[in-house]
């Protein structure tokens, strides 16, 4: 069955390279890359997609026998096959296109708006339901239907490729960032859950970028001599890997990423500053100078939460410090920042929701952690702010946490000649000097951009750099990405919900977290998620995907704090959901199925989450609060608040 569809795919990739030979053989140097070259191949190649597909509509059409069923089938993963050698160039350079051609099989939103109207799914996600798990007559008529719009979409696509601009960098970009989107989602099955071809795929589009560089760079003698050969070297590497994991039952996803896929991205990066004079790298959320994504410098913070830039920026961060364990910023000088956002947890508190200032009643949520917080796009557990300042101004003013306002907290630290100093001092060479509600939240903004961990033993060890993890531990990795199906919503490697490879979008799922956590007798949580800033069904009781790095240090868990044990978590998600434990969740994003994990991997998955943690730097608090003048009760409050 595989090899029937290696061997179309294998096919057409041959006619692409003989198409290249005998059109282009005279009169367009080589040595250097060229935009008419990489245009014609790849609208040659898109011929061949949509032949493809148009084999497909034959079949499709037929009146199905078993036998015809399974030719429909394997001609469908070719259809998929062929379509990723080129998709990373149709999303980078036509997004619409792309979204209409393979967008997720769910219906969304258009805009986060209450009055715009929903979008139905459409694409070869959808296509493969309709091929793979509905026989029905409606479900045969409606593949038909959509094949027919796949090929009308493909159609437009040569005209535009010859229409557009595409210069060296950007071709770069296409490639790096489809390498991102096959390994960092596409190798869970997410896009493939019914045909399981995602392993293929991606060799499939392995093997047709090796086919690009080698026709653009031909006669490169960059390209030509060393870079060549360990460029290709370690491409079959990885795909021979990929072949393999086609056949395991339990796919070793921690091999293939230490051994196999960071060493072709590493020379994948280094190819761009090898072949290009200017690499030209665009100002987005990975940077493509780190040797992979795993590498601690792989990510452009201020793409995720931007914040204004300063040349003062550690000092900044400094002062942010002092003032994050500051109680001072609340009405009552008891509360600061660090009373939910306690370093030694992690930046949580320990608690199911965090307690209010009146002491006797509690917030609606659980606190979040802190770390690695810079890196996602949305904070709060419903995702409502997008910047630090705005999370930290909604804290300050709210009645039930710090119930602070800006101008008497302003005015009340303007009596401290220390903070006065370190407010001039940090934003020296700024317009504004003084302290005020600007300079106050940039610099707890800029603390809290400094909380950073990605040096776990689980980071150290698939990169090759030590050897720390246990069996279990790398047994749970694998369970994680595979069987568990986690590694599908907390994408790698910075396992949480903002999604590769551009870290545009943040992921919110319905789980159908109950209130209580007794899952045989289960209670609805009446809280309404993001439905409370959205006000749509769609977002109804939807929460952001959190990081489950540190997920050892930040008990208990969930938004509600309904469960205290890990084991708790996983037994949620192991019997469906909400749905799976009875609840009635009509919009739960997350599968209602059981995913038939046994306690033994659970304990492993948990063994490996807790391989995660990292607060090594982060856990210091400051040896003392600035002074106010003698006699002011300010100079005995207490740093990180009473409670």
């Keep these: 069955m595989k090899l029937k569809a290696k061997h179309?795919?294998?096919f057409l990739l041959a006619a692409g390279g003989v198409y290249m030979l005998s059109s282009f053989k005279a009169g367009i140097a080589k040595s250097e890359y060229s935009q008419v070259v990489l245009k014609n191949l790849l609208r040659h190649q898109t011929d061949?997609?949509?032949?493809?597909?148009e084999h497909l509509a034959s079949l499709a059409v037929k009146d199905m026998k078993k036998e015809d069923s399974e030719s429909l089938r394997l001609a469908f993963k070719d259809c998929r096959n062929l379509y990723k050698t080129i998709e990373g160039f149709i999303i980078h350079f036509f997004n619409e296109e792309a979204v209409a051609l393979n967008s997720p099989d769910m219906v969304v939103p258009d805009e986060e708006d209450e009055i715009t109207p929903m979008r139905e799914p459409i694409g070869i996600q959808v296509l493969e339901r309709y091929i793979f798990n509905d026989t029905t007559l409606d479900g045969k008529l409606k593949r038909s239907e959509e094949i027919s719009r796949i090929i009308s979409l493909l159609q437009q696509l040569p005209e535009f490729i010859q229409a557009s601009e595409m210069p060296e960098h950007e071709f770069f970009n296409a490639v790096q960032l489809q390498l991102l989107n096959i390994f960092l989602i596409g190798v869970t099955n997410m896009e493939t859950p019914f045909a399981d071809n995602a392993f293929a795929e991606a060799r499939a589009m392995l093997h047709y970028k090796l086919f690009l560089f080698n026709e653009l760079y031909r006669s490169n003698p960059v390209w030509e001599g060393k870079l060549k050969s360990e460029f290709t070297q370690k491409l079959n590497l990885l795909s021979q890997y990929l072949m393999q994991m086609e056949s395991q039952e339990l796919p070793d996803y921690f091999t293939l990423y230490s051994q196999f896929y960071i060493p072709f991205s590493d020379v994948l990066n280094k190819s761009r500053f090898m072949l290009m004079k200017d690499p030209m790298l665009r100002p987005g959320a990975?940077?493509?100078?780190?040797?992979?994504?795993?590498?601690?410098?792989?990510?452009?913070?201020?793409?995720?939460?931007?914040g204004r830039r300063s040349s003062n920026r550690a000092n900044i961060a400094e002062l942010g410090k002092q003032l994050f364990f500051d109680p001072a910023l609340s009405l009552n000088n008891q509360r600061s920042c660090a009373s939910c956002h306690q370093p030694e947890k992690a930046f949580t508190d320990g608690l199911p929701k965090s307690i209010a200032i009146d002491r006797s009643s509690t917030l609606t949520r659980n606190a979040p952690t802190l770390i690695n917080s810079v890196l996602q796009r949305k904070l709060f557990h419903d995702g409502r702010a997008f910047t630090f300042e705005n999370q930290a101004s909604e804290v300050l003013n709210?009645?039930?946490?710090?119930?602070?306002?800006?101008?008497?907290v302003a005015f009340k630290l303007r009596k401290s000649d220390e903070y006065v100093k370190l407010f001039r001092e940090a934003f020296r060479g700024e317009e504004d000097t003084l302290i005020s509600n600007r300079t106050i939240l940039a610099a707890i903004a800029e603390y809290e951009r400094t909380l950073i961990g990605l040096n776990s033993r689980f980071d150290q060890s698939i990169r090759g750099h030590a050897n720390l993890l246990s069996n279990d531990e790398i047994a749970g990795f694998n369970l994680f990405m595979g069987k568990a199906d986690c590694g599908s919503c907390h994408f790698l490697p910075l396992f949480g919900g903002t999604v590769p490879p551009n870290y545009f979008q943040t992921e919110l799922e319905v789980l159908g977290v109950p209130a209580n956590s007794d899952l045989n007798n289960p209670l609805p949580d009446p809280d309404s998620g993001r439905a409370s800033t959205i006000p749509m069904p769609f977002y109804y009781?939807?929460?952001?995907?959190?990081?489950?790095?540190?997920?050892?240090?930040?008990?208990?868990?969930?938004?509600?704090?309904?469960f205290e044990r890990l084991e708790d978590v996983m037994e949620f998600y192991n019997r469906g959901g909400g749905q799976g434990i009875g609840l009635d969740i009509p919009n739960q994003t997350l599968s209602s199925d059981s995913l038939h994990l046994t306690e033994t991997e659970i304990a492993q998955i948990i063994s490996f989450m807790k391989s995660l943690s990292d607060t090594a730097f982060l856990t210091s608090r400051p040896a003392r609060l600035p002074s106010f003048p003698p006699g002011n009760e300010l100079n005995s409050r207490v740093s990180g608040g009473e409670y």
């Design 48 to 53: 061949s997609v949509i032949k493809s597909f």
């Design 286 to 306: 990975v940077n493509f100078t780190a040797s992979s994504i795993f590498d601690p410098a792989a990510f452009n913070t201020n793409h995720f939460l931007p």
């Design 8 to 10: 179309v795919f294998l």
């Design 541 to 562: 009781r939807a929460f952001k995907t959190s990081t489950v790095r540190n997920v050892e240090h930040t008990a208990p868990y969930m938004h509600n704090g309904v």
């Design 398 to 408: 709210n009645p039930a946490e710090m119930h602070g306002d800006f101008t008497a």
